[in-house]
Nanobody, 124 residues
Framework: QVQLVESGGGLVQAGGSLRLSCACS????????MGWFRRAPGKERDLVAA????????YYVDSVKGRFTISRDNDKNTVYLQMNSLKPEDAAVYYC?????????????????WGQGTQVTVST
C-alpha cells in the first residue's frame, strides 16, 4: 500500500525558512510526478509546486517563484520543498501529492496519492 510521509512543517518567523520532505513508499510503482499543495484556512487546496520525475522539470505558482525550490531524490522517491523568505500568506497546511505509474504485465495506469498534511505557520 502506497504511503506518503511528510515532515518538516512548523512555526517560523516571517522571512525565515523551512524545508518540507515527502517520502513515497509501499507497493510497486514508478513516480510520474510529485508536488506540493497547500490549503489556507477558508480557502481551497491549491498547487504550489510540482516536479516531473524523469527530467526534474519544476513548476511553481507565481506567488512562490524565486522563494521556493522543489527538488527530488529519485533513489529515495522523496520530494523536497525548500521555502525561503516565508510570508504570513504562506501559512497553510501543506500536502504532498504523488502521481504514480502502476505497471503490470497486463495493465498500465496512473493513480494519485496524498500525504496527511503538515502545518506551516508564519508569524509576523
Amino acid at each position: 500500500q502506497v504511503q506518503l510521509v511528510e515532515s518538516g512543517g512548523g512555526l517560523v518567523q516571517a522571512g525565515g525558512s523551512l524545508r518540507l520532505s515527502c517520502a513515497c513508499s509501499g507497493g510497486t510503482f514508478s513516480v510520474y510526478h510529485m508536488g506540493w499543495f497547500r490549503r489556507a484556512p477558508g480557502k481551497e487546496r491549491d498547487l504550489v509546486a510540482a516536479i516531473t520525475w524523469t527530467d526534474g522539470k519544476p513548476y511553481y505558482v507565481d506567488s512562490v517563484k524565486g522563494r521556493f525550490t522543489i527538488s527530488r531524490d529519485n533513489d529515495k522517491n522523496t520530494v523536497y520543498l525548500q521555502m525561503n523568505s516565508l510570508k504570513p500568506e504562506d501559512a497553510a497546511v501543506y500536502y504532498c501529492n504523488a502521481v504514480l505509474w502502476h505497471i503490470s504485465a497486463t495493465s498500465k495506469s496512473t493513480l494519485g496519492y496524498w500525504g496527511q498534511g503538515t502545518q506551516v505557520t508564519v508569524s509576523t
